[in-house]
Each structure stands twice: as C-alpha cells, then as structure tokens.
C-alpha cells in the first residue's frame, strides 16, 4: 500500500533539491521565484504531501490554501502548485495517487473550487478546465501619444517601505476579485522574488502603482491598482524611464477599469489564465453570484450528481463544461437563462500564481 505522509521542517533543503531535479530548474529556483510560499520561514510542511521510495522523496505536490473575495463575498480555494516525481521514480502512478488525495483533502475541507496553471490535456482527467477572462494589452508610447496621452507623472521605486505596501494592499482591495495577502507576503514579494520590480507614482490628486516581472526588454506589467486616471500617465512615463517603446499588460477583462488601459492600447488579446476544479458546485455558484442568487433550473454535475436549484426543468452537464460556463470565456454554451449573470467579475491576479 502506498504511503502518504507530509515532510517534515528538517527536510527543507531536500525538498528545494527534489523540485529542482525533478522539473530541471536551477538552483535556488523555487525559493527566487516563490518566497512568499517556498522560503524556510514560509513553507507549509502540512500541506505538502509526498510519497517516498527508499527513504528517498519520489513525488511531491503542494496545496496552496487561499481566501479569495469578489463583491465582498469571501471563500476559500485550494492552489495546486509543484506536482512533480522525480525522474528516477516515473511511470509508477505516483502522481495520480498524489492527485486524487489531494483533490479529496481539499474536498473535506470544503473549499470551493480548486485552481492551478498547466497542460489541459494532464488536468483534464481530473476535471480541471481551462477557463477565466483575462486581457493581455499591449501599450507603446506611440499608441499613448496617438490616443492623446501625453501626461507624464514622477515615477518611484519600492525602497522597503511598509507604508507603501499597506497603501498597495488598500487600493488592490478596491478591485471586485482579489486574493487577501498579508503585508508579510507583500513584503516576501517585492524585497525577495527575483525579476519583480514594484514601481509607483504619488500626486497632489491621487496614488497608483505597477508591477513588473522580468528584466529590460522582457518586462511585462502584471499589476497596476490605484487611481486609475494615473495608470496610463504612469505607464508611459516608465517607458520613457526603461527607454523601451512598449509593453504588455495582464489586467481583468472583465470590470469597466479595463477601457481605460483598451483607450490606450495598440493591440490587446482576450484569453483564459487559470485551470479550475469544481470542488463544491453549490459553494462556488453562490461565491459567484451571490446567497440571493435563484433560478427555477435544476444544475446538475453529471460526474458528482451535485446539483443547485429548485426547479424541475433539468440542465446538466459535466463539470469541465460547468467550469467554462461559471468562468468563462466562451458564451456560446452558456443557457440562455444564466446569460443576464455572466461572466462573473473574478480574477486570479498573477502575483497570487503558484
């Protein structure tokens, strides 16, 4: 019988060791990359769950528990992160065992829905869907100056200042979906994560922030939040500060905050960003909708039988195809009656990826 255990705090380094080997990363990656959930003083041993053979770690997945809000209502999700086994111990159906454990544990403590990033065709078989409505929009100087964006605003770093992030935390709230982060996890973030640069501008009128990930040419802006009329003036005045024509934007598609970067824009794409599981179908429709949302429709999961609803008039499907109506993007499936609540306003922002 296969044995399912959680690590224990002395194993540190054997575990960093393990993930490295097993996804072929550099030394130190995971802790750079992660330090808000892989450095000593953050990892959850509890929520590690490895299989051994020899004495030896074969396989490895991470259950990254996070409270997530939209429209003020609050629920907890279950991240899935670092589901790895070692090349030496492949082809034994570690994974799988590890997969199904988790997806139950996550189950029985009732969270919602569970969320990762990865191949479809791997987490297709588990019931994860790729889905959700993001917008990568991409802003040159030229499509600010031809929009009629011309205003430059002073631009500051990230110097270590509490004060600063516990303003970043406030404004970030004010968005309709977001992940609760401590000021600790923001401060892990931007004094540890490497390629993670924290910029930001500070008027008589108001106060606004960005960050950016990767270095020079490469840089993209993953987060901005704050007043909005000085997103694009901050925007531009850091491509003239990183004497670059322009860069790529990740933002919601879906809240009206995304016209005033699209105004700008020169290109923009609409796509999905997460993968998600179904994990309570009554949980996660009353976290997207509401306590008052009704419907006269029976919902129905076909693989779990769950079901939502009063009425007798049946709708059911299976629950991958469930996850593309609930999060998007496509329309197209999506019943006639539930249009008039759709797309949800929620987001996985990109610092909360794990």
């Keep these: 019988m296969i044995h399912i255990e959680n690590p224990s705090k002395k194993e540190y380094e054997s575990i960093m060791q393990f993930l490295e080997e097993s996804f072929d990363h550099s030394r130190g990656f995971f802790y750079h990359t992660f330090p808000q959930v892989m450095s000593k003083d953050t990892l959850d041993y509890e929520n590690i769950f490895i299989i051994r053979e020899n004495k030896k770690i074969a396989s490895l997945i991470c259950i990254f528990p996070q409270t997530i809000v939209l429209n003020g209502r609050k629920t907890t999700i279950g991240g899935i992160g670092s589901v790895s086994t070692h090349p030496d111990f492949r082809s034994k159906g570690y994974m799988k065992i590890l997969m199904d454990f988790c997806i139950e544990e996550m189950k029985r403590r009732n969270y919602s829905f569970s969320i990762l990033g990865g191949d479809r065709q791997r987490y297709n078989f588990w019931g994860y869907e790729t889905c959700g409505?993001?917008?990568?929009?991409?802003?040159?100087?030229?499509?600010?100056?031809?929009?009629?964006?011309?205003?430059?605003?002073?631009?500051?770093?990230?110097?270590?200042?509490?004060?600063?992030?516990?303003?970043?935390?406030?404004?970030?709230?004010?968005?309709?979906?977001?992940?609760?982060?401590?000021?600790?996890?923001?401060?892990?973030?931007?004094?540890?994560?490497?390629?993670?640069?924290?910029?930001?501008?500070?008027?008589?009128?108001?106060?606004?922030?960005?960050?950016?990930?990767?270095?020079?040419?490469?840089?993209?802006?993953?987060?901005?939040?704050?007043?909005?009329?000085?997103?694009?003036?901050?925007?531009y005045s850091l491509l003239k500060r990183w004497n670059t024509n322009g860069v790529?934007?990740?933002?919601?598609?879906?809240?009206?905050?995304?016209?005033?970067?699209?105004?700008?824009?020169?290109?923009?794409?609409?796509?999905?960003?997460?993968?998600?599981?179904?994990?309570?179908?009554?949980?996660?429709?009353?976290?997207?909708?509401?306590?008052?949302f009704q419907t006269n429709y029976l919902l129905k999961v076909s693989e779990t039988k769950e079901v939502f609803g009063s009425g007798d008039r049946l709708i059911e499907f299976d629950e991958k195809k469930w996850v593309r109506i609930l999060f998007g993007?496509?329309?197209?499936?999506?019943?006639?009656?539930?249009?008039?609540?759709?797309?949800?306003?929620?987001?996985?922002?990109?610092?909360d990826h794990i």
């Design 133 to 235: 409505t993001g917008a990568s929009i991409t802003i040159t100087q030229r499509s600010c100056e031809k929009s009629g964006m011309i205003e430059t605003v002073p631009t500051f770093r990230y110097d270590g200042s509490i004060e600063i992030l516990e303003k970043i935390k406030q404004v970030h709230e004010k968005f309709p979906c977001y992940v609760e982060r401590t000021i600790h996890w923001l401060k892990k973030i931007f004094d540890e994560r490497i390629h993670t640069q924290l910029y930001f501008t500070k008027t008589k009128t108001g106060f606004a922030y960005v960050v950016a990930v990767g270095e020079r040419t490469e840089r993209k802006i993953v987060e901005i939040g704050g007043d909005n009329k000085l997103w694009c003036p901050l925007i």
């Design 329 to 351: 993007p496509f329309q197209s499936e999506t019943p006639d009656f539930m249009k008039k609540f759709l797309p949800s306003q929620f987001y996985w922002w990109f610092l």
């Design 248 to 292: 790529e934007v990740l933002f919601p598609a879906n809240i009206p905050e995304t016209n005033v970067l699209i105004k700008h824009a020169s290109w923009f794409i609409i796509h999905p960003f997460c993968m998600i599981k179904i994990l309570s179908f009554k949980e996660t429709i009353t976290f997207l909708f509401g306590q008052d």
